[in-house]
């Protein structure tokens, strides 16, 4: 089955559009609140498709995803009680959130650092960190430095792979997809039941 092929030939066809900046940027800003899909699913086919531009998108992508999270950090602040709290519980993740806050309890701002640059759940930790009122420079700046951290590293291995990476890439697109999946079903399962 060739989903991930097919998916990935789709996002390269977005890469490619006119308005794909301000795709990223949309997707970018949205994924640091409640969009489900890594910004990376759109910044690296857009580098593989102009490895000229490969800086300049992940600047689009750290400063809206930044932005992102301030918008996340201000819904966290200001409406958390109100109406963030009770969507939690509704869509049941209100266990996710309170281990955020046990994070932020446990770690500071690094755990911004962290969730900026690695796959953690950066959504909700934008979130918390405003429900939480957690210092917003500190916030800020942890923000920046794990999120260009996490884009311009992106960008830098797609620039060094080229256009041998792309084509190795859409031979091996399938496996990567599955693999992901996989993994992703046993970590819930090991979070689920251990």
């Not at 949205?30 to 759109?42: L, R």
């Not at 963030?84 to 500071?108: S, V």
């Not at 996490?150 to 890439?169: C, D, S």
């Amino acid at each position: 089955m060739k989903i991930f092929t097919k998916i990935y030939e789709i996002c390269l066809k977005w890469a490619k559009h006119k308005h794909a900046e301000y795709y990223l940027g949309i997707i970018s800003f949205f994924e640091s609140v409640i969009f489900p899909i890594p910004v990376d699913v759109m910044l690296a086919p857009m580098c593989l498709a102009r490895l000229d531009r490969a800086w300049r998108y992940a600047l689009i992508a750290t400063i809206t995803s930044v932005l992102g999270g301030l918008f996340g950090y201000l819904l966290g602040y200001y409406a958390f009680e109100g109406y963030i709290e009770p969507l939690l519980a509704d869509w049941g993740l209100t266990q996710r959130y309170e281990m955020a806050a046990n994070w932020f309890i446990d770690y500071g701002v690094w755990i911004v650092f962290v969730a900026g640059f690695a796959p953690i759940p950066y959504k909700l930790l934008t979130i918390s960190a405003g429900a939480l009122a957690m210092p917003l420079m500190p916030f800020m700046i942890a923000s920046l430095i794990g999120r260009a951290g996490r884009f311009y590293l992106v960008a830098y291995l797609i620039r060094l792979g080229g256009e041998k990476m792309e084509q190795k890439l859409h031979k091996i697109i399938d496996y990567i997809g599955w693999g992901v999946v996989i993994v992703a079903i046993l970590g819930y399962l090991l979070y689920k039941y251990l």
